[in-house]
């Protein structure tokens, strides 16, 4: 948004797309729990592509998280997947949420469950040669037609809860000036404290002091901080 500091990207082709390296013996869930989260905002009924882990020599095993056309969103692996007819077609950032664990395959829009399935499948079989790909598919087809921001996958199953509590925080950061970085140039964290009273979390440069709400910085100091914060009830010192 306009002044904020999170950005998205967009343009994709079949020569503009993030790839990463994928490590079988972290990355692959086998048959067990993993999650992917993918903010978007597309105004066009098309199949595209947000996110996937395949091999482009062996690409009958795979998981990944697209957009199809007919308003469908589809999140899964080649064992199973859940398809559901809900549109975003709006032109607005929404929250995508697809998580598979034991027993389902559920599909979470802007924090809210959409859809569910039974069938979970077994482990797909993941190539040791597979790539993560954010963008397009793997064969260079299907590009997304729109924007992508806070991509991210993990292997657990986060909870309905945990799923809402996550887009009510992220959600702020796609307003107008939002903050959601450490104040000055400098990365290294010189000390933090946290207001129970208050839910601010101080974190302390040699730029200044940073302060937050969830992801949010909601305000900053100049002065650099060296060695250590204390906060309570909107009271800080710091040294």
């Known amino acids: 948004a306009t002044g904020a500091e999170l950005v998205a990207y967009s343009n994709w082709s079949s020569s503009n797309f993030f790839k990463g390296k994928y490590y079988n013996s972290n990355d692959d869930p086998g048959s067990g729990d993993y999650a992917v989260k993918a903010w978007v905002k597309t105004s066009t009924d098309h199949t595209g592509v947000f996110w996937s882990i395949r091999d482009v020599n062996n690409s009958t095993p795979w998981l990944q998280f697209w957009l199809n056309t007919g308003n469908r969103i589809e999140f899964g692996s080649s064992s199973a997947r859940i398809t559901k007819n809900y549109d975003i077609l709006d032109g607005r950032w929404h ?10 395959i559920k599909l979470y829009v802007d924090g809210v469950e959409v859809g569910t399935t039974s069938t979970t499948g077994g482990d797909p079989g993941l190539s040791s040669n ?3 790909r954010i ?3 793997y064969d260079n087809n299907h590009r997304f037609q729109g ?12 909870s309905a809860e945990m799923v ?4 009510e925080e992220e959600k702020l950061l ?10 000055g140039t400098s990365d290294v964290v010189t000390a933090i404290g946290k207001d129970d009273i208050t839910d601010t979390l101080h974190v302390g440069t040699s730029s200044g002091r940073s302060e937050f709400r969830g992801l ?13 914060i204390a906060a309570s009830d909107g009271l800080v010192a710091e040294q």
């Open 174 to 183: 796609f307003r107008e000036n939002a903050k959601c970085t450490l104040y």
């Open 130 to 132: 597979s790539i993560f």
């Open 147 to 158: 924007s992508l921001a806070l991509v991210s996958y993990e292997m657990s199953a986060p």
């Open 135 to 137: 963008g397009n598919h």
């Open 164 to 167: 809402k509590r996550i887009y």
């Open 216 to 228: 949010n910085r909601i305000n900053n100091t100049t002065t650099a901080v060296t060695a250590a």
């Open 95 to 104: 929250c995508l949420y697809g998580v598979k664990n034991s027993s389902a």
